[in-house]
């Protein structure tokens, strides 16, 4: 039998290399991205994954990295694609494509692989999980006209827009492949002690960060991780249910209401595609 071929991006650090430790030894063939090619080497050495290597903030990366992720994949397809990486930053910073980092790397970068990767993951009925946050419900508010928030920038209402923006691309991936046989869920993997906002200048850095932060109720790398391996693992239509949002492991109707507004959703994904040069999109 064939082995399942699982894609996980930011499985250098954090939770996603905690899911690539613990899929480890599975019959599974694991396929890590990462930024820091020290890092994603580390973490493939240490589980006998293949590893390749992109920036999210250069789509130049990203359309490389789909290039060669549907090259590895050319015989056997795609089961599982996690997009896992992304995080929160520090001043507004453009990328080399222009766009604002934080809706950059959370959602425009995932949402380009995702569609370059689509045609190995289709044919075999794929599951896309997207690592989303809480933060969506919390701070994010979506406007289309300024999704980059040129306008207004504070670092976690750009980060809450781009978890929002993870939900409305699940249940857009949903609405619109469902029957072809692709799943998608998104999901909060609660507060992880991990790296996340290391490199932030906003609050949450010192949230996650400073001595103090002992104190709050987070979870550690390899509890997120293992939430993250529930989903890979998981059969869509009995694990878990695709278009839907999860708060760790349980579905939660706890969401922004702008993650229920479809006609949202279809601008989202429109203008997306329009950004990223994807012209034309179902
Ligand atoms: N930690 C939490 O409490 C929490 C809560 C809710 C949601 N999340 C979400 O969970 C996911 C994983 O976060 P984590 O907690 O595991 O954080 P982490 O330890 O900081 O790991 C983040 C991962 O994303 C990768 N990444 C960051 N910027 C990138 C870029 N420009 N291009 C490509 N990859 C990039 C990192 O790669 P390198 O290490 O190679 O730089 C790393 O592998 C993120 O999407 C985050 O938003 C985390």
Known sequence: MDRRT???????????????????GQGLRLLLVGRSPEKTAAVAQETGAEHFVADFARLEDVRRLAAELSAATAEHGIDVLANNAGGIFGDRTPTADGFEKTFQVNHLAPFLLTHLLLPRLLPGGASVVNTSSVAHRLFGHLDLEDLDNARRYRPRKAYGDAKLANVLFTRSLHAKFHDQGLSSAAFHPGLVRSSFSAGSASSMRWFYHSPLARLAPMISPEQGGATLAWFLTGVPGSTWTSGRYYDQDRPTARVNPQADDLALAEGLWQRSAELVGLPGTC
């Open 6 to 24: 699982l894609v996980i991006t930011g499985a250098s650090d954090g939770i996603g290399a905690a899911a690539a430790r613990q899929l480890t």
